[in-house]
């Protein structure tokens, strides 16, 4: 069985989904394709030599029979919108993060999910399907370090766009964390704090940079995140769980060593791109997978995409009142149980 | 475009193939498979619901026109003849190694393939599509530590077969350093002295293990093999290239660090499975790609094959004399010219 | 010269530093001893042989002509008189931690001090001359990581006495931490915050396990620092500075690795009295030396001993409130200029 | 007990040995001193303000009986000479390498010896005392790798004198692993042969560089030393030993990491005198506790001085014939019984 996909949205990160699905992976093709610049979309047909209907819109797109999941790749703002018509009409979807820019939006897709009553929807939040993370989950559920207590993590670019705002610290850098994070430690956020340091003079004026997040989960977990997208030395990711019994720490990404010119040393990545390229590629052919094998996604799924948002709120909100904030979730519906590692890869 | 594959063997290695083929890569079907045992044959078609036709010999596989690549997993002493066979149909061939089990039977496969005029067959030396080892070969070639000069290498496995014996030490172990090493300097093997340090007690009594293999190659470069199958403590490559102007070694298989019971440690693997299975399938979507491509296989040729062939039997020549030995190459055809790391990945 | 030690306390500390001038180091020796116990301060002279007098207690000890330097490891709450009254006699003093129990007491010994017009004291802060430490003083100091803008450390031992309660990770185990990272960034401290993770269940009912502390210096540097005092699997020191241009960590100290068992790893002390062991050596010969050669001792100080001290309160009052504490130094006298690495070391 | 040394040889190690003494460690005290050169006698003895006197030669030195120890750094040829009236007139001795320039001198120097009856010479291979050494003898000892059956080793300089010749990588730079690894193993030589990789641009016209040393013991203990004296990148110690059970490794010296630039990395040391200047120090503290507890030095001693010789030969043999020469040792006496590492350190 091939799935087929329609794709809404042909800008960068979807090009390279339609190349992952349609060069490097098994069990999917590309049936449609649509973007607000009808020109794009041509353009990507042609790129990829795709046998695929280009399509006006989502709507129609979504109406296409030969359309089983739908892979929503559009500008932020419009995803809500895609993803619940998709829904609607029983489509699967893979929708690259935000699944919505509020929580409200957020909360729209879960409850017409439940009213589809099948789980249909998975988020783009790709780490979960990093080799590192998932050894994280499974030493931690296997019970290696006993309780975690402690997370120290980091999130480092070596410089970020000029339009990059202090804001987007959260909703763009630190969201992979939030979404991993509480997946890792299978727990709730309770509250935040933002901690500024001294800024660094390779920020822009109105950027604030490094900055930390200190989180606590429900279960009492203190979690320290070091947002820092101007460090200048490469793009560097680094989760560090402490538990009970032992710490348990991310692999530094596998590279040759070398010495030479009085140094020991190893390359340290610079292009994000590079760092989660094989999670993106297990990623999708999971979701493919699951859909297959189990008939729905078994990755980070709208209740996920909700839990984002409220959190991504909270943090800017602290960000701004310098005061320790509320994460306040709605109860988590028995639909959107918690799915272990084992169930997950 | 998709590749029709037949499948000439069905056992565990061949299984893995067709496995990645079907339900993890791009642009391949499974459509024939033939084994010796026409039970194996089917089990397989069923455990893999695959839409293929049952041949009962590699001949009529080889006809069938739906098959594009014969794809090569039987018994060692069954490959010769059916990649002649196959390169006489004008297939292309995925051979596992070895490509023959002789030097003589090696050559016989050149000279049928440098008859249909095309390059069509690629042996299964994975190393080559290590990431490892990719990037060892692309800082060689980058001029990072100048000219190579020593090479120390290690191949030790926990513990083997009981009847594994000393010869399988070249021709099942070194056989892969033989392939990536000449690769990885682009250099053409010399000579090879063999000396047996104590014997582990952890080793049967036929078994002599460890053992060091000390190669020179034409260009001067020296390469320390250690090989060492009963090392106990697990499956572990080791490459390190001493260059003129620096060093550059294999990266440990990336895996979480831990900090448990006065140990700061990571785990070493045991099976020898999980450490080239990324490796496995870059390797089969390359050689799809580039026969999409390119029109013909980019890795490791008959003529790797042949020059495996060659020096495997000079190792297994100095186990028993005690002596350097020479490692006589016929002349490479220009048709079989050494491809670089840049075209090849 | 041969400076003459009066030795004030022969318990455990006392009796290494005995040790380490006695059969260790050059340039001292010890003259005489007392403590409150007499039978101690007799065992301690035949233990070692000591050539020494043996004192009723610390005031005729500090008048004897032939004690140049006092050296302080008696019970915490006796420091402050015998140092006060060292430095009036016009002694040299190398008091172990605290200088004095509050800061109060380490006020009037700043003021015996410089009343006296020269520096006499030296704390026991052994880190500084700990060869990790000072190496990654020298490296801020060089500008290799431009200006430091945050500091992650931890302080881990595997387990502690039933006695030792909250407060104490503040006074016996983060004050290590208190005088090694201001003299690190060469700043001062400005507020503290206390974040307490959930409770490891391997620590005793009344003890609150791990801290976490969160400081911020007055130049805006912000230091996270992790104390964990059932941490199980070993006495750990953790210590990354994150700069402006990169980030520079402590090493682990040298010890062999191994490949065993499935696992590359190195051993990771459980002994706090090795992992500084050769920092006392260092930091006691720097004293003599500094002595000797400067006319007085380079390292922490008298109003080092005071920023321990108020800097410890603020902590202990930041365990309790769950607020952030102000840490309120009274302006550093003249006499008290920071020293630098290069002066130091 | 302080034990007065007379230096025969105020060359550069000379005065590192004399300032060791006087300023770092404890016990011993410079009371005579003689060079060759008398006014380098006398500038030491004002340099390191010695109360000490200059003696014309060795033969007066040796005779004063405030000299307990004689030290001799002088020129290599004249070292046997000292040792052997050193011997006969019954005082200690620590001698740098070479004990003597020929094997038959050492053995002249061993007959001496055991003609006095009692242990008195120590051989400056200060590898014995750095604690990485230490740390690999101490595990093997106690089985933690089983027997050992393989050693890895190399020794690596970024750039030598250009008098430095093909042989001197012998006599001045394998000497140290020649020494070490006898000792790590507790085992004796039996044989070598000598590799020449193609040669670095880097090495002068007149010297063989790299060149690989394979050393089989009589246990059947297989060592390989790459000794590489133009490597440019640092100076570089490695020693790995590979047993039945598991390998263990030496450590990196311990030196903070960086992360900067797209390289996570730490300093290699250029410069070999910082390699094992620790273990300098340990060395000489050892030899002279040793005296004054044991009444003999416990380190290296007169017999391997004699090892060193004999070894060092063949090496050079085995350099000039290409051929695999035999490491004739007499048979050792059982006054030179091997020591174990918990009675040595
Ligand atoms: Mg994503
Ligand atoms: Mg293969
Ligand atoms: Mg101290
Ligand atoms: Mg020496």
């Not at 610049?37 to 042609?46: G, I, W």
């Not at 490094?210 to 490469?234: A, D, H, R, S, W």
Request: hydrophobic share 40%.
């Amino acid at each position: 069985m091939t799935l087929g996909f329609g794709v809404v949205g042909t800008g960068a990160i979807g090009r390279e989904h339609i190349n992952r699905i349609t060069n490097k992976l098994a069990g999917g093709k590309i049936v449609a394709v649509t973007d607000v610049n009808q020109e794009s979309a041509k353009q990507t047909v042609d790129q990829f030599g795709l046998d695929a209907v280009i399509y006006p819109n989502d709507k129609v797109l979504i109406a296409d029979e030969n359309v089983d999941v739908v892979l929503v790749t559009s500008w932020g703002p419009a995803h809500e919108a895609t993803v619940v018509a998709a829904v609607e009409a029983g489509k699967y979807v893979f929708c690259e993060k935000p699944l919505a820019t509020t929580a409200e939006g957020c909360m729209r897709i879960v409850e017409a999910e439940m009213k589809h009553g099948k789980k249909l929807v998975q988020v783009g939040f790709m780490r979960r399907y990093d080799s590192g993370y998932v050894q994280l989950k499974q030493a931690i559920e296997e019970g290696f370090i006993g309780e975690p207590l402690i997370i120290h993590a980091a999130h480092r670019n070596p410089t970020v766009d000029p339009r990059y705002t202090t804001d987007m610290a959260v909703v763009d850098t630190l969201i992979h964390e939030i979404d991993v994070l509480h997946w890792l430690v299978n727990d709730d956020y309770k509250t935040v704090q933002v901690v500024f340091p001294k800024k660094t003079k390779n920020a822009l004026e109105h950027l604030r940079d490094p900055q930390l997040f200190i989180i606590e989960t429900k279960g009492g977990i203190v979690i320290n995140v070091e947002v820092f997208v101007n460090c200048k030395y490469g793009y560097d990711i680094q989760c560090e769980v402490v538990g009970e019994e032992g710490i348990v720490k991310l692999p530094e990404p596998a590279s040759i060593s070398f010495r030479k010119e009085a140094t020991l040393g190893t390359k340290i990545l610079t292009d994000w791109k590079y760092r989660f390229m094989d999670a993106y590629d297990v990623e999708i052919q999971d979701f493919m997978d699951a859909i297959v094998k189990k008939g729905e996604p078994q990755g980070p799924d709208s209740w996920d995409g909700y839990i984002a948002a409220v959190t991504a709120d909270a943090c800017v909100k602290a960000q701004q009142t310098g005061e320790k904030e509320a994460i306040t979730l709605q109860e988590r519906p028995a639909f959107y149980r918690e799915t272990t590692v084992c169930e997950t890869v």
